[in-house]
């Protein structure tokens, strides 16, 4: 499977703009770029996926590199309620999510 | 609001004594897979239903077992529980398993299983 390498942890200030970084330098042609968050005591939640073009919701922003080995979502103005761990996914159509150690995202107030 | 729905969300169970848990949707999909997530960890798959299909993933001891009688729910059977099986059990769904649309996975609070 290919997989996905992301930062232990980060921190941001509430309001501000927040840029969580994934690298997937052996991702595949048919591999969806699937990102979700799990805040605590919850199950994990789905943010935002995207295969080529950069995708937006009203959750998020999801930029992906022209060659695809990386991306990095964007959370325009960050909440306290973000505070979560943030997993960035590869998903081939039909296989299982595979989650990664993810992201541990703080945000200062 | 459609939901998925676990219960009961705590459960307390003696070691070597058979448990079970309980996953319901009102999504109407047609997948739902059960996780594990022990403490610190990423959630880790067990197995999912495709509709009446079981899928089991290869590492998943047989320890663990799943029925899913009807389109709405999906148990989680552990038959004999052992300390190293404490941990958070989820239930998620999806409409369907391909990667593009119906791609999104519903989880629900998920059931954490002390084991005594």
């Known amino acids: 499977d290919a997989k996905t390498t992301q930062p232990n942890s980060m921190e941001s200030n509430e309001e501000e703009p927040v840029h969580l970084p994934c690298n997937h330098s052996t991702i595949s042609g048919t591999d969806y770029i699937h990102w979700y968050r799990q805040l605590p005591s919850q199950g994990p939640e789905y943010v935002i996926h995207?295969?080529?073009s950069n995708v937006n919701n009203r959750m998020a922003s999801l930029a992906i590199a022209e060659d695809r080995k990386s991306s990095t979502l964007i959370l325009h103005r960050a909440t306290l309620r973000d505070a979560a761990v943030y997993y960035c996914i590869l998903k081939s159509s039909g296989d299982k999510l595979t989650f990664g150690t993810g992201t541990r995202l703080a945000v200062r107030p | 609001d459609a939901m998925v729905i676990q219960n009961p969300r705590y459960q307390v169970t003696q070691f070597g004594k058979p448990v079970t848990l309980s996953c319901s949707q009102t999504l109407n999909h047609n997948v739902m897979y059960w996780y594990q997530q022990k403490s610190s960890q990423a959630p880790k798959l067990l197995f999912h239903?495709?509709?009446?299909?079981?899928?089991n993933e290869a590492d998943t001891p047989d320890n663990f077992q799943s029925r899913r009688p009807n389109t709405s729910f999906c148990f989680l059977d552990i038959r004999s529980p052992g300390l190293g099986d404490a941990a958070m059990y989820l239930c998620?769904?999806?409409?369907?398993?391909?990667?593009?649309?119906?791609?999104?996975?519903?989880f629900g609070p998920g059931t954490r299983l002390t084991v005594l």
């Open positions: 995207g295969l080529t």
């Open positions: 998620a769904t999806s409409r369907d398993k391909l990667a593009g649309v119906y791609n999104e996975q519903f």
């Open positions: 239903y495709y509709d009446k299909d079981f899928n």
